[in-house]
């Protein structure tokens, strides 16, 4: 989404994870994706695209933010939110978890606080959006969709709105689309 809003075109290759192509894994061998390769830089962190990607343009000031804000969301929500994301994605791989305990600690955690922002402002740092909403608005449409029936039930109007509001632009959608899987 950075990389589109920024205006760069790129060479979109889509990887199958379980069969990961060797050309991938010569430029970053950790294995994870998304990875942009570009002006002898190979940076493998969404946080550093981003960062990048809005380096070279950023028309609407999604990266007019208070720096230790921003790092703040972004900290909690890649290590404990994620964590809690996957437990509560994959309940299989935490035979031991009890789910509603997981649903609380996220609630605790991020989607309340996140609730109490959104109840006084329209985006996560006050009335403008930033590449902070970008870049966890995906996490919290991955936990919306983990189970639909549980996160209807919750008591979080706002956060609702915000996350609709995200899944139904038009920038999304436009990235949101099937590409061919890359064979080296
Ligand atoms: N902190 C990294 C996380 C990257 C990450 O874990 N990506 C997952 C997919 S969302 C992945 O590539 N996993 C490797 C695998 O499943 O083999 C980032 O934001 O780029």
Request: charged letters at 25%; glycine letters at 4%; proline letters at 6%.
């Amino acid at each position: 989404m950075a990389l589109k809003y920024a205006g760069i075109e790129v060479e979109h290759r889509e990887i199958e994870l379980r069969n990961k192509p060797s050309s991938m894994l010569q430029v970053s061998p950790k294995g994870t994706v998304p990875v942009l390769c570009v002006d002898q830089l190979v940076l493998e962190q969404s946080v550093d695209i981003m960062r990048w990607a809005l380096g070279k343009s950023d028309s609407d000031n999604w990266n007019l933010v208070d720096q230790s804000l921003s790092q703040a969301w972004i900290e909690k929500n890649d290590g404990p939110f994620k964590a809690l994301l996957d437990q509560f994605k994959y309940p299989n791989r935490y035979p031991e978890l009890n789910q509603e305990e997981v649903l609380h600690s996220a609630l605790d955690l991020m989607l309340n606080p996140m609730e109490a922002n959104l109840q006084s402002s329209l985006y996560l740092l006050g009335s403008k959006m930033t590449w902070v909403d970008i870049a966890i608005f995906p996490f919290i449409r991955q936990f919306s969709i983990a189970n639909p029936e549980k996160f209807d039930g919750l008591d979080l109007p706002c956060l609702k709105k915000w996350l609709n509001q995200h899944i139904e632009s038009e920038l999304f959608r436009s990235v949101m689309q099937k590409y061919p899987t890359w064979v080296d």
